[in-house]
């Protein structure tokens, strides 16, 4: 087991920000644990546990409410540990899972009430072996009511993907804002294209996250602040934001949960934007059934 590796923060520091009540990490994952919930046999890292128990201490530790947990490449298309941590959430976290396209319409109502409310298509070449655009457009016709898409790509290939984005009849999530340079700033060419694309449909959201992965200047991330503030700021009603725990292939950079919580005044500064962000915006999105 030495290959096994941990990306996570062994003690966080208590964050200085106090999130609003109700406040939602939107993007967070589980690893395993890895007796129960054997990782994929194609996985392109393999962790330690980090599992719902960590995961729930880590919410409180940080002052939130809920939990989005997206379905980590190194459990595949294999959701099980996902359902688990959200059936053990006591209604506190819904989740967002990776499908084998061909899946069917029973299997998909499996996962809705499960607690899913999206799936993630991942572009990532270092993290999948492939990623089929006909294939992700066929299953994204048939998701369940109110079901949405995540994407995650980087900033080098949005062109390339604006089609296929066109195309999709749900709404899109785009994971780290389609990972941006952050050191262009806000007007360089990475955040222009952004929100081009943005603005060619009012359905397009984005998660704001990621400073420690985006910005190599390192904690705490000015770089990241100066270019997602003016971000937030145009679209308030599509922003949303998450711990990324437990910060799948950081391990040389692991970030200090408090500080990214830190980051959270600095990109949403008036408490208006702040609970639209974390609160308003992912319930419209998660638990939409259960009202704001
Ligand atoms: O957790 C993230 O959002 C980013 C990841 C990991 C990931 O997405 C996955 O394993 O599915 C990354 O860039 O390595």
């Not at 962790?47 to 940080?62: I, M, V």
């Not at 995540?150 to 994971?175: H, K, N, Q, S």
């Not at 270019?227 to 922003?239: E, F, G, I, T």
Request: proline content about 9%; glycine content about 6%; some cysteine.
């Amino acid at each position: 087991m030495s290959d096994r590796i941990t990306s996570w923060h062994a003690a966080p520091s208590k964050p200085r920000y106090t999130p609003p009540a109700g406040a939602v990490d939107a993007h967070c994952h589980v690893f395993g644990p890895m007796a129960q919930f054997p990782f994929s046999g194609k996985a392109k890292y393999l962790p330690e546990d980090a599992g719902p128990e960590q995961l729930f201490a880590l919410r409180d530790h940080l002052g939130f409410d809920r939990n989005v947990i997206v379905q980590a490449s190194c459990h595949g298309t294999d959701n099980a540990a996902t359902l688990d941590a959200i059936a053990r959430s006591n209604g506190k976290a819904r989740g967002v899972a990776v499908v084998d396209p061909a899946i069917g319409k029973a299997e998909l109502q499996k996962l809705h009430d499960g607690g899913i409310r999206g799936i993630r298509f991942n572009f990532l070449k270092r993290l999948v072996d492939d990623a089929p655009k006909d294939k992700f457009l066929e299953v994204a016709r048939h998701l369940p009511q109110g079901w949405h898409v995540v994407i995650y790509f980087e900033a080098d290939i949005l062109e390339e993907l604006r089609p296929f984005m066109t195309a999709i009849p749900v709404p899109l999530v785009i994971d780290h804002m389609g990972r941006p340079d952050v050191s262009q700033g806000t007007d360089g060419r990475d955040m222009r294209a952004f929100r081009a694309l943005l603005e060619t449909r009012d359905d397009i959201w984005f998660k704001a996250t990621c400073p420690d992965r985006l910005d190599s200047s390192g904690d705490p991330w000015n770089d990241f602040a100066r270019s997602v503030a003016p971000l937030v700021a145009d679209y308030p009603d599509r922003c949303l934001w998450g711990t990324d725990w437990p910060h799948p292939n950081m391990q040389d950079a692991i970030p200090d949960d408090g500080h990214l919580v830190d980051m959270i005044p600095r990109i949403a500064p008036t408490a208006d934007l702040q609970r639209r962000m974390l609160v308003e915006n992912p319930a419209r999105l998660y638990w939409a059934d259960k009202g704001t």
